[in-house]
């Protein structure tokens, strides 16, 4: 790996193990490091180690602390929101359960290590009108409902996902089926509706919401350092066999066993080779929640296996026409209206014509190359991800 990799893994190891803090190499800026940990949501974790070194510029130590102080702010605004909902659920009888970072930040050695930028909580069925009631009576507004959940705003920073489902089924129908009715959950110690996974069910789950955003969009690099994290925790107590079986199950133990071999590779400092070099430089380009244009590249890997020469004429014509399960995570009703397609398809590409993302869309295909191209497909077809729609 490149030198940058190599710093960044330096200074997470520094807060994460509370290790010295070497300075900043000749080449690398402050300023690029705050830009990775805010794409990132690492923010408390590089930033915090940086803050330490000796060779930054003062302009930049004043971002940092203003960063740092805004993110620790945040992080403990969330707890203790959590904190008091899980009480008020409790309280009121509502079926809930604590989402991926809900419960992640609680194993990193203090919360404001994992940032988070909402609470993901679940909720039952028969729970759902009362518990987004509860919201909005403690101050939450509706802003928007996308698909499995919905998104509601409370002043200055918080944001609630209210989970109808855990897994999006059109990602994934198996999945959807796998984590479906709190069939994988026991009761929290110390509550009665409060719903848990064992340490092996979110570890598949964490996999699975990290696979889902590769397969969709990408995903950054602080999921590595959630598996880092929470294989040092607990990767001696957990049984692997059950891991490994359920994970196959889902269609990700391929990609679970890149990711974790990348995730020590690049924080622990071994001897990595092309392919896990490649993986990491397209997770840190991606950005905490991926690009909406990478969505193409699982879909390209099917084709090179097809044994058919994916070039750019083939992805343009697949960017123009795409099937309809990826139309379906951007047009719900396609779910309901397959035949609507078509439409879909014309609305899609009117929008795209006046809209950012399609004129950052287009500019990428017109000028990836064909050896990029192959660089991402090997990517997705050595990551194995067999996902049904």
Same mark, same amino acid.
């Given at each position: 790996m490149?030198?940058?990799?190599?710093?960044?893994?330096?200074l997470i190891l520094a807060q994460l193990k509370q290790k010295p803090v070497p300075d900043v190499p000749e080449g690398i800026t402050?300023?690029?490091?705050?830009?990775?940990?805010?794409?990132?949501? &690492?923010?408390?974790? &590089?930033?915090?180690?940086?803050?330490?070194?000796?060779?930054?510029?003062a302009d930049a130590q004043g971002q940092i602390r203003e960063l740092l102080m805004g993110s620790i702010i945040k992080t403990g605004v969330q707890v203790q929101e959590q904190k008091s909902l899980e009480q008020c659920f409790e309280e009121r009888g509502i @079926?809930?359960?604590?989402?991926?970072?809900? @419960? &992640? =930040? *609680?194993?990193?050695?203090?919360?404001?290590? =994992?940032?988070?930028?909402?609470?993901?909580?679940l909720f039952a069925e028969q729970n759902m009108e009362e518990a987004e009631q509860i919201l909005k009576d403690r101050g939450y507004t509706l802003y928007k409902a996308v698909k499995h959940h919905d998104i509601f705003r409370k002043p200055p920073f918080l944001v609630i996902e209210a989970h109808h489902a855990m897994y999006d089924k059109t990602v994934d129908r198996n999945q959807y089926g796998y984590f479906q009715n709190f069939s994988r959950t026991t009761v929290k110690e110390g509550c009665r509706y409060t719903q848990v996974f064992s340490k092996e069910d979110f570890y598949v789950y964490m996999m699975a919401h990290a696979a889902k955003h590769f397969y969709q969009t990408g995903c950054g690099i602080r999921h590595l350092v959630d598996i880092y994290v929470y294989l040092e925790r607990f990767g001696q107590e957990m049984n692997r066999e059950y891991l490994d079986s359920e994970m196959?199950?889902?269609?990700?133990?391929?990609?679970?066993?890149?990711?974790?071999?990348?995730?020590?590779?690049?924080? #622990?400092?071994?001897?990595?080779?092309?392919?896990? #070099?490649?993986? *990491?430089?397209?997770?840190? #380009?991606?950005?905490? %929640?991926?690009? #909406?244009?990478?969505?193409?590249?699982?879909?390209?890997a099917k084709e090179k296996q097809k044994g058919k020469e994916a070039g750019r004429f083939r992805l343009k014509l697949w960017y123009a026409f795409p099937p309809a399960h990826y139309m379906?995570?951007?047009?719900?009703?396609?779910?309901?209206?397959?035949?609507?397609?078509?439409?879909?398809?014309? @609305?899609?590409? @009117?929008?795209?014509? *006046? *809209?950012?993302?399609?004129? %950052?869309?287009?500019r990428m295909i017109q000028q990836i190359d064909a050896v990029q191209i192959r660089k991402l497909q090997n990517i997705y077809e050595k990551m194995d991800l067999h996902f049904k729609s």
């Open positions: 490149k030198t940058l990799e190599k710093y960044l893994a330096q402050a300023e690029a490091i705050i830009e990775i940990a805010t794409k990132q949501h &690492l923010k408390y974790l &590089l930033l915090g180690a940086l803050i330490r070194t000796k060779n930054i510029p @079926v809930n359960q604590p989402m991926k970072g809900a @419960v &992640l =930040r *609680f194993l990193y050695p203090s919360p404001e290590m =994992r940032e988070m930028s909402d609470l993901d909580i196959q199950k889902c269609g990700i133990l391929t990609f679970a066993e890149h990711m974790e071999k990348l995730a020590y590779l690049w924080l #622990d400092g071994g001897e990595s080779e092309e392919f896990y #070099d490649n993986l *990491f430089a397209y997770m840190l #380009d991606s950005g905490i %929640y991926g690009k #909406d244009e990478n969505g193409i590249w699982n879909q390209f379906a995570e951007y047009y719900p009703y396609l779910e309901e209206k397959p035949w609507l397609l078509p439409w879909a398809w014309l @609305v899609r590409g @009117v929008g795209g014509l *006046f *809209f950012h993302k399609g004129k %950052y869309k287009r």
